[in-house]
């Protein structure tokens, strides 16, 4: 083991300068190479001096003994600095130095030269000094053992090496110092072993932590191993390669590190089982005082925290509140919590690996902290569960309260409603909002039994068997009752004002349902009016057709008056429900006059074509029988003659209504067209007058020679009534002669 008096760490600013350096190169003698770059700055000789002390501190006595080759690089530098440094190695390291090589710039120093032969010198200073330039220094060094700054192949950070140094060091004065540490530790614990009481003697901690030591030591070997530091692994001396490595033995010493990390992983192991052993006696005592902790808090302040509140509050924010601090109290529970699943874990451990004394104490510890703990999480959750039901419970209230309010909002309010679907959209409304009501009193009753039966179900008090409060749980019974009592009963007159306005609010449908239907009542009699004085124009052409006509008419009446009376039933309907609701309607100024009006008109018009259907049927009939007798009066003729005119003179007149205005039937076009048909059948009529009028004139002729025949007749009829009562007397004579005759016979 090498003699380092120096440390890197107090030069560390003057070695990050690289003044000079060992690249771990080796001359032809196995001897090491020291490298000295020269710059162009001024270079201070004394931390050049500090950096060769340091340097050469760190190979062993024996690598020492071969000798240094010294590569002073003064190709950046003046030749007084060069000549200092080269007079400097004299006194620093005269015996170590067997070969010193200036490398020299390729045109300078020439005369300098010649005054100063180091050559000649060799015997004063103690080694040989030679003036080279950079691409001749290989006849004295191995290109493998140079750095690249004199085109050599030799790798060489300087920083690394600097920070692996600092490692090495670091490792070395924290291992040997722990080693010292672990030892008297562990010694004093044998003593301790003897008396349980001088518990403190073993409580004594290292400065280092062994593990991270440890890891360091690993990692700085593991380094030395790759070749990482300074060299690479490989044999004994030789040249033309890169297996010669000076730096494995000599200057990094590796067997040292590994020394160190032998002794260390015996102590600390050593140190591993007493902290066991320690620890294994310390814990159950630790773990029996947390345990009684544990269970005192939880049996004391913990429960009575729980005990003094049992409120569900009266309100929402009431609730709320209580909640809040419910959360409050989980959270200083939860922390005891943590605490016994951290034993339960601990205790877990120890019974896997623990002696049977032992074994039965830890379980007995286990079993009444799980005891503790899960009677007093029970507690917390049923807790927990009637909050959550009190929430519930009062928002339902709250919400349900609101309902009522909006509710007893609408229902105070006038109803103003401007038709029958702004009533019916208002009832559909309210029912919706009384349904609401009834669902909401329903989901009430639901939650506030779920509150009584989480209340009732809660579990006994620790283990002490504590009950709670009895009368503050009856308050809160009989405010769970109370609140939905208070919500029945003003449901209950809601209800009740809900049946008034239903009601009120149906007689308005049916009000505006009357007063609709009564004005359609008017216009379908203006309809019909309209279709009377439009349409119904035609007399028929024959009797039998104006007789259908006349039976239609009176149907056609007939509907007109079930309209008018059904408008009238419908006005006195909408008197009788504006009486019931105490308000006026528009049907009392203005439906009435003109159902009234259009039925006067529609009455006058009726009778009109009544009486012109009557007085056609009249001459049709009457023309039809003149039209089909052979023998017809001329009074009949005349009749008929004057019924037609008649009707043809109704026909232009108007229809004058009781307001004095007037009105056609139909057009002026459909008018004539029934005066055309009436027309036709008096000129009919006339033909046939005329016809009996030849007839008649023809009667005459013939009248008057049947009188001549007549009276001639007369004259034979006399002749021959004469000749028969001639022949008669005769007669009468002849059979009285016969008569007389017969009897002188029978005389005879």
Known sequence: MSNVTMEATTILSILKKKLAFLSGGKDRRSGLILTIPLSSDQTSMEELSATLDYLLSIPSEKCKARGFTVIVDGRKSQWNIVKTVVLMLQNVIPAEVSLVCVVKPDEFWDKKVTHFCFWKEKDRLGFEVILVSANKLTRYIEPCQLTDDFGGSLDYDHNDWLNKRLVFEKFTKESTSLLDELSIINESDKSSSVDKDKSADCAL??????????????????????????????????????????????????????????????????????????NKRTQLDEIHAKVMQVVTWLQGPGSELLKTHQAIGDSMRAAQALQQKHEEIESQHSEWFAVYVELNQQIAALLSAGEEEEVVELKALQQQLSDVCYQQAAQLESRQNVLQAAQCFHSTTQELSQQLDGLLGMLCADVAPADGASIQQNLKLLEEKLQTVEAG?????????????????????????????????????????????????????????????????????????????????????????????????????????????????????????????????????????????????????????????????????????????????????????????????????????????????????????????????GSPSDTAAAAEGVRERLLLVEERRLQLQEVGLHNADVEEKLNGQEARLDVIGEELSEKEEQEEEEEEEAGQQDEELESATQDC
Request: proline share 4%.
């Open 205 to 278: 901690l290292p400065s280092f932590d062994p593990e991270t030591v440890l890891q360091t030591g690993h990692e700085l070997l593991s380094e030395l191993q790759q070749r990482r530091f300074n060299g690479s692994e490989g044999g004994g001396g030789g040249q033309g390669g890169p297996a010669w490595c000076p730096m494995e033995e000599e200057l990094l010493a590796q067997p040292q590190v590994m020394k160190l990390l032998d002794s260390l992983r015996e102590q600390y192991t050593r140190y591993q089982e007493l902290c066991r052993q320690r």
């Open 441 to 665: 009193l329903a989901s009430l009753r639901q939650k506030g039994g779920l509150l009584l039966e989480q209340m009732c179900s809660q579990p006994s008090w620790s283990l002490e068997e504590t009950e709670s409060p009895a009368g503050e749980q009856q308050d809160n019974v009989q405010h769970i009752q109370g609140v939905m009592d208070e919500m029945q009963l003003r449901k209950q007159r809601c209800e009740d004002m809900v049946d008034v306005r239903r009601l009120k609010m149906l007689q308005m449908v049916q009000l505006f349902k009357c007063e609709e239907d009564a004005l359609q009542a008017v216009e379908w009699l203006s309809e019909l009016l309209d279709a009377l004085l439009k349409t119904h124009v035609r007399l028929g052409d024959e009797s039998q057709e104006t007789r259908t006509m006349l039976d239609k008419h009176r149907k056609f009446v007939d509907v007109a008056q079930s309209t008018y009376d059904y408008g009238r039933q419908l006005l006195q309907a909408t008197v009788v429900l504006c009486q019931s609701l105490r308000c006026t309607t528009r049907s009392s100024g203005d439906t009435l006059p003109r159902l009234n009006r259009v039925w006067k008109q529609f009455s006058v018009s009726a009778e009109e074509r009544q009486q012109r259907l009557e007085l056609a049927l009249s001459f049709h009939t009457a023309a039809e029988k003149v039209l089909h007798q052979e023998c017809v009066e001329p009074e009949s003729l005349d009749e008929v003659d004057s019924s037609g005119k008649t009707l043809l003179d109704r026909l232009t007149m108007p229809v004058i209504f009781p307001d004095g205005s007037e009105q056609y039937f």
